[in-house]
């Protein structure tokens, strides 16, 4: 079964720093998408930035960039230049190519001011 | 453009109560999602929709859980009877097909007393 492993529940980082959240997963699949979504305080979840695991290139968002790292099954986000509207919840995901989704426990970020 | 609805936004029942969480996606997607999220939890997924068809049902419990979408457009999931486990937010999300991007509602926010 595939599994999703966020190692850091929560994390802080200065305003303007960059910060890096890490995530593993486990799985016997070739086929199958990355995700990291965000969720507020208001909780409406959103997608921050996806990568296909048939692509080699990582995946960058503006901001936010990742680290795919495919035999080590780890997908890192990094988030540049930090502001203050990034604090949030930040939850990894895989999904198998047959649609099977499964978040991790998510990753709590606080900014400094 | 309207993003996904839900309603009612926050329950409060007592065990035992029966319970409704109503969905609208957004227009033209036909992939919809029911998901669990408990405090300081991941979402789970509960329920996939494809359609009107439930393609991935199996995290759903079936003894007081339900869902239907009929008509391929909004849906109701239903808990019959509530547990005191059952207090957590239920999001749905949906998408125009479950390789593209899901976008989640709000969430409903179930205590159970």
Redesign the interface.
Known sequence: AQT?TQSQPEMSVQEAETVTLSCTYDTSESDY?LFWYKQPP??????VI?QEAYKQQNATENRFSVNFQKAAKSFSLKISDSQLGDAAMY?C?YRSAL????????TRLHILP | EAGVVQSPRYKIIEKKQPVAFWCNPISGHNTLYWYLQNLGQGPELLIRYENEEAVDDSQLPKDRFSAERLKGVDSTLKIQPAELGDSAVYLCASSFGFQETQYFGPGTRLLVL
């Open positions: 999703v998408y208001s909780r409406q979840m959103i997608l996806r939850f995901a649609g099977k989704i499964i978040f991790g426990k998510g």
